[in-house]
C-alpha cells in the first residue's frame, strides 16, 4: 500500500512539473488517502501483533 502511494506522489510532481495541475492534485489526493490508509493499518498490525485468540 505504501509504494501505491509513493508511486502517486511521483506521478503528482511530475504532473506539476509538466503543469498538469488537476491530474496533480488528483494524483496528490489519491496519496495522501493512501498514505492514511496504510498508517491507520500499520498502527492497527503494531496493536494486535502478538495477540492469539483465547480458546
Not at 503543469?19 to 492497527?44: D, P
Request: charged fraction near 10%; charge should be positive; hydrophobic fraction near 70%.
Amino acid at each position: 500500500m505504501l509504494h501505491y502511494a509513493v508511486s502517486f506522489l511521483v506521478i503528482a510532481l511530475v504532473a506539476a512539473i509538466l503543469g498538469f495541475g488537476s491530474l496533480a492534485g488528483l494524483a496528490a489526493e489519491a496519496a495522501k488517502i493512501l498514505f492514511v490508509v496504510f498508517l491507520v493499518l500499520f498502527v492497527l498490525s503494531l496493536f494486535f501483533r502478538g495477540r492469539t485468540p483465547r480458546d
